[in-house]
């Protein structure tokens, strides 16, 4: 089945620091979502983007399909954004909605 | 619009013991996935219900079964618990092509 990795597995910054996350998958994919999630365990969604460039405030988040990889900027830092970010892809041998995450990048944000 | 809800918020259980976690859909729509997650791991793929049928499952053994109702709700039902069975339990909930909405979890802890 299809691999997501992704990397840093852990990272610390400052409050204002930016900071970019990758994601790279082994084979071809219809959509991209990347979540955030929160220290109770919520999973937010961030950006569903199977390709191109959104952004939302502070994120922005790009997908480079044809090169199997897809990029998470947060500018900025805050607190708040402390937390593990997850990157997923459909599973293609399975119907509908599955995804296959990845490990997730934890990024702890200090003031 | 009401969101994905999850009850309950943390369970304690015995080895060999049966479990029952509760997802009630956001509105409008009409799939939903399980997902286990296991500490310090991205989230895996349990199953999916659609029209009160399962129409996908993941790399999980029988005694992981689940229902969905007539309102979109859904169970997830564990037989005969295992200690490695303790994980935080996440309902995602989505209709046709979009994306996943998860809630809050449950955590599952067998003792």
């Known amino acids: 089945g299809i691999q997501v990795e992704q990397s840093p597995p852990d990272l610390i910054l400052q409050e204002g620091a930016n900071s970019t996350l990758r994601c790279n998958f082994s084979?071809?994919?219809?959509?991209l979502q990347w979540f955030h999630q929160n220290p109770w365990g919520q999973l937010i969604n961030l950006f569903y983007i199977p390709s191109g460039t959104k952004q939302n405030g502070r994120l922005s988040a790009t997908t480079v399909a044809t090169e199997r990889y897809s990029l998470l900027y947060i500018s900025s830092s805050q607190t708040t954004d402390s937390g593990v970010y997850f990157c997923?892809?459909?599973?293609?041998?399975?119907?509908?909605?599955?995804?296959?995450f990845g490990k997730g990048t934890t990024l702890s944000v200090s003031s | 619009e009401t969101g994905v809800t999850q009850s309950p918020t943390h369970l304690i259980k015995t080895r060999g013991q049966q479990v029952t976690l509760r997802c009630s859909s956001q509105s409008g729509h009409n799939t939903v996935s399980w997902y286990q997650q296991a500490l310090g791991q991205g989230p895996q793929f349990i199953f999916q219900y659609y029209r009160e049928e399962e129409n996908g499952r993941g790399n999980f053994p029988p005694r992981f079964s689940g229902l969905q109702f007539p309102n979109y709700s859904s169970e997830l039902n564990v037989n005969a618990l295992e200690l490695d069975d303790s994980a935080l339990y996440l309902c995602?909930?989505?209709?046709?092509?979009?994306?996943?909405?998860f809630g809050n979890g449950t955590r599952l802890t067998v003792t």
């Open positions: 997923a892809v459909p599973d293609v041998n399975q119907a509908g909605t599955a995804l296959i």
């Open positions: 084979d071809s994919v219809n959509n």
């Open positions: 995602a909930s989505s209709s046709y092509n979009s994306p996943l909405h």
